[in-house]
């Protein structure tokens, strides 16, 4: 069986948002996966974890990149295409500050050693509000640069987890394999585990191995609120 873990932003710094982890813990994450001989693996193998990263930040070159070189393990980066070398100006900005993106020079080198780099659009719209021409272009576009500037692009992650018939066939459309976010009913609505600040050694083996089995619904009932949230971020979208 094959499980996809999906983290955001690392950060030494307290966010104002769920989705981030501290570079310790996301070390003890890897730890565990270690201390318990669980395969990493990428999109295509039919057995282990597939480690992914949704938007793009650069904390996932500055924190995340080292401790998965240390450890070892491959990872799967999901681009928004059009933020990559900017600032972010779709999220939520409690802060004040903008985040950075990933540069192209970034993203190859962790092609390099051996990263799969997928899409995450070209602007992090809901894919599943946007007429045939936008989500077209959300989906084609995005995966036309990428292979353009880092190669072979078969995997999309899509934002905010919104997926409906309509974008399924889309991104078969544009040539995807895998499309993550979803039920897990098809390589096109792969079932991710999204892993929080909030998240410790214990919920993540329970998110892992998916037992006890209650304690497993509850996580998932807990990241279903938590998507929920990010709804805010849409509302916040400038176009
Ligand atoms: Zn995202």
């Known amino acids: 069986m094959v499980k996809t873990l999906q983290f955001h932003r690392i950060a030494s710094k307290v966010q104002f948002c769920g989705t981030w982890n501290r570079p310790e813990q996301f070390e003890r994450f890897l730890n565990f996966i270690r201390t318990n001989e669980i395969k990493t693996v990428l999109p295509g193998d039919d057995d282990g974890i597939i480690v992914t990263f949704d938007d793009g930040e650069k904390s996932i070159y500055d924190y995340a990149f080292p401790l998965l070189k240390k450890f070892g393990i491959k990872a799967v980066v999901f681009l928004i295409v059009d933020y990559v070398g900017k600032r972010n100006v779709w999220d939520i900005t409690l802060t004040g500050k903008h985040v950075q993106h990933l540069t192209w020079?970034?993203?190859?080198?962790?092609?390099?050693?051996?990263?799969?780099?997928?899409?995450?659009?070209?602007?992090?719209?809901?894919?599943?509000?946007?007429?045939?021409?936008?989500?077209?272009?959300?989906?084609?576009?995005?995966?036309?640069?990428?292979?353009?500037?880092?190669?072979?692009?078969?995997?999309?992650?899509?934002?905010?987890?919104?997926?409906?018939?309509?974008v399924i066939q889309a991104a078969s459309r544009a040539g995807y394999t895998f499309g993550f976010g979803g039920d897990g009913s098809s390589n096109l609505q792969l079932k991710k585990e999204a892993l929080y600040i909030t998240d410790n050694a214990?919920?993540?083996?329970?998110k892992i191995f998916e037992k006890p089995k209650y304690a497993y619904n509850y996580l998932r009932c807990q990241q279903t609120v938590i998507n929920y949230f990010t709804i805010a971020t849409m509302l916040n979208r400038r176009r």
């Open 202 to 206: 214990l919920s993540f083996g329970i």
């Open 105 to 166: 020079d970034e993203v190859l080198e962790m092609k390099d050693y051996g990263f799969q780099i997928g899409s995450h659009t070209m602007k992090h719209r809901n894919l599943t509000k946007l007429n045939k021409e936008e989500l077209a272009y959300e989906l084609f576009e995005s995966k036309r640069i990428i292979e353009e500037k880092i190669g072979k692009c078969y995997c999309v992650s899509y934002p905010f987890n919104r997926v409906n018939a309509h």
